[in-house]
């Protein structure tokens, strides 16, 4: 690798770990962290596939279309992610930064990227395209999850927004198909 190129590197990897360490010093509040906590868990797997299987069954029409798309939209995520998380190997902040520790369950040891804010930016944004009245509060969410994951240090900034561009892209994606 040119001497340039991973001078610029480290520079972005040193840079990363100073936002990480910098915001989670919210981690010393006890009542912040619980509701931080409170929103990475609305954003596991559970309150995703009972959001969808709710859509199916008490949304109508527009609700199955919506649930039948989010499905989709998970199940392509999920890979995406998965490939992404395999490849990278990236280890999570808690594991490589003094004064960084874990401040809630990591569902495995990788970092990159952030499967919460991917789902979160991906399932939001298909949401808001079926019920426009719902976007600020998704839109507030996801920005909650994507803080939450570094505040409670399981995530460095740039896997946050690793996580909330490719959520994008592919939530984008399948509005484009309707």
């Not at 006890?30 to 959001?51: E, F, N, Q």
């Not at 280890?91 to 930064?97: A, E, L, T, V």
């Not at 505040?151 to 896997?159: A, I, Q, T």
């Amino acid at each position: 690798m040119p001497r340039w190129l991973d001078a610029s590197r480290l520079q972005g990897v040193a840079l990363d770990r100073r936002w990480a360490l910098a915001l989670h010093r919210g981690a010393t509040r006890p009542l912040l962290v619980k509701l931080l906590v409170l929103c990475c868990r609305l954003g596991d797997a559970g309150p995703w596939i009972t959001l969808c299987v709710a859509l199916a069954v008490f949304g109508g029409p527009t609700g199955r279309h919506c649930s039948l798309l989010f499905a989709e939209l998970g199940l392509v995520n999920l890979m995406l992610y998965s490939v992404l998380k395999r490849g990278t190997r990236r280890s999570r902040p808690f594991d490589q930064c003094p004064g960084i520790r874990a401040c809630c369950p990591v569902p495995d040891r990788f970092s990159f990227p952030s499967g919460h804010t991917l789902h979160a930016v991906a399932f939001g944004l298909l949401l808001a395209g079926f019920y426009p009245a719902w976007a600020p509060l998704l839109a507030l969410f996801a920005l909650l999850v994507a803080l939450a994951r570094i505040v409670l240090g399981v995530h460095y900034p740039s896997d946050v927004a690793a996580g909330a561009a490719l959520g994008a892209l592919t939530g984008t994606l399948v509005l484009m198909t309707l």
